[in-house]
């Protein structure tokens, strides 16, 4: 064999020692088990007028136009999705880092230095003993072959955490909305049930007004005086009360918007009716309209690729480099032809004995998948739960409502009867007055249901992703569910 053939025979000798004594790649025993979305429904007795999942602007529903504002000054103004954006911008430049690194590069390098060659060194006179200049201008090139798949791996999990930063800005929007819309209603009813209270004390004030008179007149006892004393001040104690949650909930309202103290507070508006939806299917549907779980899928995505880079780094790794440039030891002398260098070269790493290492890196990265993938796994049996729990709640408020429906339609029924009776002196004032006060408690009662429908609406529209539905091109670049298979 002539020394050509030898030396052209080294590299694949080289390559072959390499892939026989790379370290082993550990098998995956540990696979966390996927979701069963069959499973992922709600109970079929659980059911609402209207079928179907929220819009994305599902607050428009409701025709409010200051519902409408505010969920719009949130969105504009908050600083909790300045921060989710923020976080989003940040992932965004991770990947153009991790799409930048590898690959070709190409640079110039220049430099100048002046130095004495020692005069027992290597180089003997006129060298050795003397100082001189050494100029050099070279470019350099190399390139990275990411044979095994490494780069595109780490790029692979910096888009997976690009998706789920966005994903976790939708949620963020989702929450912020919904929070918004409750916080609002709350008020709204607060307010209206402010109003009714004064009308049921400007009723006791009257019957407290006919008891002072019937103890002066002999015809009652103090005691009749006193009841109706206890009653009007009760009344008071929660005016008081209402008038406190209210506060409270304007400053909630006004943090949530991200308002000043000199912006009006919202004016009263009859509370809507409530028209709320339920899918009769969930299943895999649920998981491209909840950001949390599309958040919780990307992070998965994401750990796979981690999983796919320490896997190459059991595997060898060649890169080429080639240099040319202008090399001497005067810069007079830098341009000459004959100063002319050149260099090309391979660079090979192969990890023959760091198995210890790379064992423990690849364990911790399906270990990180394990923890996403159950995490993710119990976000989706949340998720239908908590659908379930509004959808039953609505339900049953629903049916508390037609109850109470029948139960005012009594009271009014009773009211019209005193009237009645009253005008034909078959009954006194205080009969009328009393009936009034009952129809108004009971319309105290229907707001109350009504503020409670509203609450759990907007809870379900939560529940139901808010409106949000997955990017298709995100869903077209991964499988709609996590993918388990050995890394």
């Known amino acids: 064999m002539t020394m050509k053939t030898r030396l052209l025979a080294l590299p694949a000798l080289l390559l072959a020692l390499g892939l026989g004594g790379c370290a082993h790649v550990p098998p995956d025993t540990t696979i966390a088990a996927q979701p069963d979305f069959a499973r992922a429904q709600h109970a079929a007795s659980i059911h609402l007028a209207r079928d179907g999942w929220p819009e994305a602007q599902w607050w428009r529903q409701f025709h409010d136009p200051q519902l409408d504002a505010l969920v719009t000054q949130a969105l504009a103004a908050s600083p909790t999705l300045a921060v989710a954006q923020a976080r989003v911008t940040n992932a965004r430049v991770l990947l153009r880092a991790e799409q930048s690194s590898g690959g070709a590069s190409l640079g110039l390098e220049t430099g100048l230095n002046r130095q004495r060659y020692s005069g027992n060194g290597l180089f003997p006179e006129p060298i050795g003993g003397n100082f001189f200049n050494d100029a050099a201008v070279q470019i350099k090139a190399a390139y990275d072959f990411d044979w095994w798949g490494k780069q595109r791996a780490l790029v692979a999990a910096a888009l997976g955490e690009v998706n789920a930063r966005q994903a976790d800005a939708s949620q963020a929007e989702k929450t912020l909305a919904g929070a918004v819309a409750q916080s609002y209603f709350k008020l709204q009813a607060l307010m209206a049930r402010a109003d009714n209270v004064h009308q049921r004390q400007a009723i006791q004030r009257d019957l407290l007004a006919a008891r002072v008179a019937r103890v002066r007149q002999g015809l009652a006892t103090s005691d009749e005086q006193h009841g109706a004393e206890r009653d009007l001040a009760a009344l008071g104690e929660e005016d008081a009360r209402l008038a406190t949650v209210a506060a409270r909930e304007r400053e909630a309202l ?234």
């Not at 923890?371 to 119990?378: G, Q, S, T, V």
């Not at 005193?418 to 129809?439: E, I």
């Not at 009504?450 to 077209?476: C, N, S």
């Open 254 to 487: 006004r943090a949530l918007t991200a308002s000043s103290s000199a912006e009006p507070a919202p004016q009263a508006r009859p509370l809507p009716e409530v028209d709320a939806a339920l899918p009769a299917q969930l299943g895999i549907e649920l998981l491209a309209r909840r950001p949390d779980l599309q958040a919780a899928r990307w992070r998965v995505e994401a750990a796979l690729g981690r999983i796919d880079a320490s896997r190459a780094a059991f595997y060898p790794d060649l890169n080429l480099n080639a240099a040319i440039g202008l090399d001497a030891v005067s810069i007079s002398r830098l341009l000459r032809a004959d100063s002319l260098t050149m260099l090309a070269g391979g660079m090979l790493r192969m990890p023959l004995f760091d198995s210890a290492r790379l064992n423990a890196a690849i364990d911790q990265r399906r270990a990180e998948r394990n923890e996403l993938i159950e995490d993710y796994n119990r976000l989706l049996v949340d998720a239908v739960r908590n659908v379930a729990q509004e959808g039953a709640t609505l339900q049953g408020i629903a049916r508390q409502a037609e109850s109470h429906a029948a139960t005012r339609s009594a009271s009014a029924a009773l009211l019209a009867s005193a009237d009645k009776r009253f005008k034909h002196d078959l009954a006194d004032r205080a009969t009328v007055l009393q009936a009034r006060l009952a129809l108004l408690q009971q319309d105290d009662a229907a707001l109350q249901l009504r503020d409670a429908a509203l609450q759990t609406q907007v809870a379900l529209i939560d529940a139901l992703g808010g409106g949000y539905r997955a990017d298709a091109q995100q869903a077209a670049a991964s499988p709609s569910t996590p993918t388990t298979k050995t890394q």
